[in-house]
């Protein structure tokens, strides 16, 4: 940049905002007076998709455990465990593992940050 | 005490602790007024869509997501608010046609003796009034108001890459008046700071 648009860029950060006038911000607050905030279009996180995500977590983890401590070919467990652990192949337990902790943590996120703002908005008021 | 964030009033508001909205207005009615005044020159009627602004904001508060800066999410507001504004009262936002600048310019020859800090916010606010409505938003937008080119795209609708071109040109034409406003006393309002 040169030296001159240097100069001037500093003088532009001199700049001031003008004025309304001293009753603006009462005449607002009058205005606001018995107006109701409209809801919002959507949920910024619909419930339904946070529900589903702990359906789906819990149910992966029932067959996560299933895998892990019930070997294929035991005798002691219900024939339906049995049967329907026999059919996943040794690998994807690892896959269903991590899609597992992806879900977890994405829960946790959601928990916390709901614990945040509650608490941040208890200290405000 | 640390000032209070931005969001966290909206969040307050939110909840029915109305009176904290007078916070947001006091913090940002300035920025809003001045935006506005650049693109409708009538104080009242400047005044007047300003109002209509918060009154706007706050009816919409829910839909704010906090993905953009509140003021960047206000100013939007007020550049729709102020366009919308002009359609409806069928008034054309004042474009400054070069030959008009020109006699303007040539019966404002101002001699700067002495210049001190105020004196060069007056000029350089006379300046920006010469430019066109949309190149003194811009302007204000980003030297005033403290918004990224990114941010003005979003406010303005436009493309960052139109806004960096309009900014740069309207940081000439700037320049320009300040100079033949000024003649060589330009210099003292750029060095004696």
Request: proline content about 6%; overall charge positive; glycine content about 18%.
């Given at each position: 940049m040169k030296q001159e648009e240097r100069e001037l860029d500093e003088l532009m950060r001199k700049l001031e905002a003008e004025q309304p006038s001293m009753r603006f911000t009462k005449n607002v607050m009058e205005s606001i007076v018995g107006l109701q905030i409209a809801p919002s279009a959507?949920?910024?996180?619909n419930l339904l998709v946070v529900r589903s995500i702990a359906a789906l977590l819990v149910l992966s983890l029932v067959i996560a455990c299933m895998y892990v401590l019930i070997s294929?070919?035991?005798?002691?467990?219900p024939f339906a465990y049995n049967k329907l652990t026999s059919?996943?192949?040794?690998?994807y337990a690892w896959y269903i593992v991590g899609f597992n902790i992806i879900l977890l943590l994405v829960l946790a996120e959601l928990w916390l940050s709901s614990k945040r703002r509650i608490k941040y908005l208890e200290r405000m008021n | 005490m640390h000032e209070l964030q931005d969001t966290d009033i909206v969040q307050s508001v939110l909840l029915?602790?109305?009176?904290?909205y007078a916070i947001l207005v006091e913090r940002y009615q300035s920025f809003v007024f001045t935006i506005i005044g650049r693109l409708i020159p009538t104080r009242e009627e400047a005044e007047d869509v300003a109002q209509e602004v918060f009154v706007k904001a706050y009816l919409s508060?829910?839909?704010?997501?906090?993905?953009?800066k509140f003021s960047t999410w206000l100013y939007t507001i007020a550049h729709t608010t102020a366009i919308s504004h002009l359609r409806k009262n069928r008034i054309e936002p004042l474009f400054v046609d070069d030959e008009k600048l020109s006699d303007y310019l040539d019966n404002k020859q101002h001699t700067v003796n002495n210049t001190n800090t105020q004196d060069q916010r007056t000029a350089i606010n006379n300046a920006i009034k010469q430019l066109a409505a949309d190149d003194a938003e811009i302007i204000t937008l980003f030297?005033?108001?403290?918004?990224s080119t990114e941010e003005i795209a979003a406010i303005t609708n436009l493309e960052i890459n139109n806004i960096k071109v309009k900014l740069h040109r309207a940081r000439q034409k700037l320049k320009d008046i300040v100079e033949r406003t000024y003649g060589k006393e330009a210099q003292l309002l750029y060095r004696e700071q």
């Open positions: 959507g949920r910024y996180i294929p070919g035991a005798t002691n467990v059919h996943i192949p040794h690998s | 029915g602790d109305k009176t904290r508060l829910a839909g704010f997501k906090g993905n953009s030297y005033l108001a403290g918004q």
